[in-house]
């Protein structure tokens, strides 16, 4: 199935979520010298446009990156989310009153953020955003874009040459069994590279599906996995995301830390309904 395009979606809450995790990683990942490998699964076209008839039709960048962007400044903003933050007002230069248009994907933060010794391998197999996507990285000379499957392609880029990797792993889980699948593929990159990086999204549609991926990992031989998830309402068995959350291998040190701070900024600025926002960090497995 290849239904799914993202551009419903750019923008919203669990976007923020990710992508300042995202932010955050890819920031301590540039701090030596020595160049690394990002590796994207599942990676879009690259950049969206807010204006479109996509994003419009949901709006749900309104009650993401927008709100954020607006927030009222009594709430003072947490220092590890002002790099996400103004990432994405330097791609819109807007100031803090000025509506943005542009929202990135992954490979939007990544390309502002890597290196000339740093590359990045994008996978894509719808047939629309795999032509935005070789659009967007056309003067991205360290991005290698490939229309293929991305659980594959992981593997197959496992270890890079440099030692020194992140793999995100953001697939849109049209199909059950995208759940157990990103999991293992996570299992079996950590069986052929151990020190690198893994981050995997997952929406929180069915809380079943996440306790399955949950007892996955505990059950495997990874290690040091960190746990976060916010909620914007209580679970349901109504159709629809509720939240989001993240399963990361190998974070870096201060990231627990980090998100510390964001977690009940994001809960306070994008609750939907009457404080019914919540959010969970947790140190799934040792290290």
Wanted: negative net charge; charged residues 25%.
């Amino acid at each position: 199935m290849l239904s799914y395009r993202h551009a419903f979606h750019a923008g919203n809450f669990a976007d923020v979520l990710k992508h300042s995790v995202l932010t955050l990683v890819l920031d301590y990942m540039t701090r030596k010298e020595k160049g690394f490998s990002y590796i994207d699964s599942h990676s879009g076209a690259g950049m969206y446009q807010l204006s479109d008839s996509y994003a419009q039709k949901t709006g749900e960048y309104k009650e993401g990156i927008a709100r954020l962007l607006s927030a009222d400044a009594q709430q003072a903003i947490p220092e590890a989310l002002l790099p996400y933050l103004e990432l994405i007002r330097d791609m819109n230069q807007a100031s803090a009153d000025d509506e943005i248009s542009l929202y990135p994907g992954s490979p939007g933060i990544a390309k502002a953020i890597l290196r000339r010794q740093d590359s990045a391998h994008l996978f894509e197999l719808h047939p629309t955003d795999i032509d935005y996507l070789n659009d967007f990285c056309q003067r991205w000379r360290k991005a290698h874009v490939k229309q293929s499957d991305g659980y594959q392609g992981v593997l197959s880029l496992l270890p890079p040459p440099s030692r020194r990797g992140v793999v995100l792993i953001d697939p849109p889980y049209e199909l059950k069994e995208d759940y157990p699948k990103a999991v293992k593929t996570i299992i079996k990159a950590y069986d052929k590279f151990a020190t690198g990086t893994y981050i995997l999204w997952y929406p929180v549609v069915k809380r079943t599906l996440v306790d399955e991926m949950e007892k996955t990992f505990t059950d495997s031989q990874v290690k040091n996995l960190l746990q976060v998830e916010f909620c914007q309402r209580p679970d349901t068995e109504e159709y629809g995301m509720t939240g989001t959350g993240l399963f990361i291998v190998n974070p870096p040190w201060q990231l627990k830390e980090q998100l510390t701070a964001i977690l009940p900024y994001l809960q306070t600025q994008l609750k939907k309904g009457q404080d019914n926002a919540s959010y969970k960090l947790e140190q799934l497995v040792a290290e």
